[in-house]
């Protein structure tokens, strides 16, 4: 099964696509992680992408197309994926319909969770990450069993640079021009499933796994 996640920055995208991995057994890729990993490295991919991803802009399409391809090309990926965070753009989304034509295969599922920007400064205000496995918690809606530590590996949590109130709004800007056409785009291949994004994360999870059967 192959499954893209839409949505705007905060609508919950990481942690339903976690439970999802973790239900279905495919891999949850997510280009932001891909990114923040590589920037906590050090590398010239995380120097480069990081110029953008501070001022809440997109990391340029020739930079991220590249990347996302090679890692669904991975042995892990034969079974499907959960993409998270990507496709962003239109032609992000092209590049990928034809790359999997070329072999045959198609998205199944583009499942847009639904939430207005009014819910999202404050769930970006409250959000922890863990930089190392990727883990999403929230200070008030699901706070990790001790204070400031993933209750995955250990590692502490941080605030994300880009979680800034003014970046927040930057990015709900680069979300409407940018990516809400896809929503449209998926339509289009009949392969769009919205749910409501402003209910409890075990409410959105159910309605999801009610979606993809
Ligand atoms: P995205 O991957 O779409 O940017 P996240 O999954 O990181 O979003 O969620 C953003 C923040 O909102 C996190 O702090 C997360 O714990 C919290 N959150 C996610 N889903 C819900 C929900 N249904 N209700 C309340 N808070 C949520
Ligand atoms: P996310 O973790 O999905 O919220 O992404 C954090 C940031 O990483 C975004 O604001 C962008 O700067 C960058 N990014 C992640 N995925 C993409 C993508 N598919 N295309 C362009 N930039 C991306």
Same mark, same amino acid.
């Given at each position: 099964m192959r499954i893209v996640m839409l949505g705007a920055p905060g609508a919950g995208k990481g942690t339903q696509a976690d439970r999802i991995?973790?239900?279905?057994?495919?891999p949850h890729i997510s280009t932001g992680d891909i990114f923040r990993s590589?920037?906590?490295?050090?590398?010239?991919l995380g120097k480069k992408a990081k110029e953008y991803m501070d001022q809440g802009l997109l990391v340029?399409?020739?930079i991220t197309i590249g990347m996302l391809l090679d890692r669904i090309g991975g042995e892990d990926c034969r079974e499907g994926y959960i993409l998270d965070g990507f496709p962003r753009t239109i032609?992000?989304?092209?590049?990928?319909?034809?790359?999997l034509a070329k072999r045959g295969e198609k998205i199944d599922f583009a499942i847009n969770i639904d939430v207005p920007d009014e819910a999202i400064i404050g769930r970006m205000s409250g959000r922890r990450a863990c930089l190392k496995c990727g883990a999403t918690y929230h200070i008030v809606s699901m706070p990790p069993k001790?204070?400031?530590?993933?209750?995955?590996?250990?590692e502490k949590l %941080?605030?994300? &640079?880009?979680?800034?109130?003014?970046?927040v709004q930057?990015?709900?800007k680069v979300y409407h021009e940018q990516t809400q056409p896809l929503i449209e785009y998926y339509e289009k291949q009949g392969v769009l499933r919205?749910?409501?994004?402003?209910?409890?994360?075990?409410? %959105?999870?159910? &309605?999801i796994t009610a979606l993809l059967g």
């Open positions: 991995s973790e239900k279905y057994r495919i590589n920037i906590k490295a050090g590398t010239d340029p399409d020739e032609p992000q989304a092209e590049s990928l319909t034809d790359a001790k204070e400031g530590i993933c209750d995955r590996c250990g %941080v605030i994300r &640079d880009d979680d800034k109130p003014e970046t930057k990015r709900l919205t749910v409501d994004g402003t209910q409890p994360l075990e409410r %959105v999870f159910a &309605d």
